[in-house]
């Protein structure tokens, strides 16, 4: 009987011995097929409908849908050289600029016509009548330029929206593949997180930030009409407000996010290592290999994790890229036709264009740091849970 138990026990042990080894060979290929399994079982269809609603520019990198990216990311076949994102940086701000030129040159045209009139003699002009041209030429400007901060308010608004509805849609998919991957502590102190950004700050930048902007060119088109009205205090307190709600939105966000994700890694460590060890320790003989079963599962999870999100990055600046440089080109254009139009003696103009360009930047810095909090959470969501494998 003992005999029939020592070689009972010896053939099981042979088993283990030569199951491992063939478990080994074929991860490489079972790991591709979890991978595979786990893509089709995803749900990217509010991603997919989210990529129809954007413009051929912003989703020409995903023009073969959104897993495709994912795809190639996860098979190694996505570069991307610096010198190619600086040269299409370069070409947008100069095709931006080329189309600003004729637009600009209208406002320059008006003020070489004020200056013209300002400086002619008294005897063809009384000073009434030549006060008189000088508003209509200086109210023209306003409506132009009205118009035109009108149509960067509603991009800003538009871009910060699509931001954040691109954060509502990307997010649940990668926590929930973080939580796939052994991530539960960290998922659960993101979603706060999460909520705070795409509804808190968004809103604040929306509903009191864009307008506050909004009231400092208000402010700079009543003190261009009229020197007597004194508004300089004014528009001090309101660039301040503005630039300590940024800060503030900004500082408390990745201090929040970077403390959390920090604490939370450290306790999904230790329960995932305790749970790699318990399959292990209490299933005889065959814990082994469900542990690299468990490993399988958890390693496709946390590579697919990490390829939507790095897509989602890709996303991101997709979405950023052209508002950011019509911005950025809009208010260089306001700087440059302000000192040209200063030595021609048209100062209140030249003055109101500069202060339009300092509102500019003000709603620049909003959607860039909506931007820069996106891209603090997809990047701290990518670093996540990666050193369980």
Not at 56 to 66: H, L, T, V
Not at 109 to 128: G, H, K, Q
Not at 207 to 222: D, Q, T
């Amino acid at each position: 009987m003992n005999r029939k138990k020592i070689c009972i026990f010896f053939l099981l042990v042979a088993i283990v011995f030569v199951a491992v080894p063939s478990v080994k060979t074929v991860n490489a290929e079972s790991l591709e097929e979890n991978i595979d399994e786990q893509l089709e079982n995803l749900d990217l269809s509010g991603i997919e409908s989210y990529l129809d609603s954007l413009s051929e520019e912003e989703r020409s990198i995903f023009a073969n849908g959104f897993l495709s990216v994912v795809s190639d990311i996860l098979n190694g076949k996505v570069s991307y050289s610096a010198e190619d994102v600086l040269q299409a940086f370069f070409r947008s701000m100069t095709e931006e600029f080329r189309s600003l030129i004729p637009h600009f040159a209208i406002i320059l045209a008006i003020a070489l016509l004020c200056t013209f009139v300002s400086s002619a003699r008294a005897n063809f002009l009384s000073e009434s009548i030549k006060e008189l041209i000088f508003y209509v030429c200086i109210s023209a400007v306003i409506v132009i330029l009205a118009a035109d901060f009108g149509a960067l308010v509603e991009n800003s608004k538009n871009t910060i929206q699509k931001l954040t509805n691109l954060s509502q849609i990307m997010m649940p998919v990668i926590i929930t593949l973080m939580i796939a991957g052994g991530g539960n502590v960290s998922a659960a102190l993101y979603k706060p997180a999460v909520a705070f950004l795409t509804n808190g700050i968004s809103n604040i930048f929306l509903n009191i930030l864009i307008p506050i902007v909004g009231l400092i060119v208000v402010f700079s088109f009543l003190s261009s009409l009229s020197s007597s009205l004194k508004l300089g205090n004014a528009q001090n307190f309101l660039n301040s407000l503005i630039k300590w709600i940024i800060g503030l939105s900004v500082t408390v966000f990745a201090f929040f996010m970077s403390a959390q994700g920090l604490s939370s890694a450290v306790t999904d460590g230790i329960s995932f290592r305790a749970a790699k060890y318990a399959i292990t320790n209490s299933i005889p003989l065959v814990g082994g290999l469900l542990k690299d079963g468990f490993d399988l599962i958890v390693a496709g999870s946390v590579l697919i994790k990490n390829a939507i999100g790095l897509s989602s990055v890709f996303l991101l600046f997709s979405v950023l890229l052209q508002p950011v440089i019509h911005l950025l080109v809009f208010q260089l254009a306001l700087k440059l036709f302000a000192a040209l139009i200063e030595p021609i003696g048209s100062e209140r103009i030249a003055a109101t264009l500069v202060s339009v360009s300092k509102a500019v930047s003000y709603l620049l810095a909003i959607v860039l740091a909506v931007g820069l909090m996106m891209f603090i959470s997809f990047l701290l969501l990518i670093l996540s849970a990666n050193a369980f494998i």
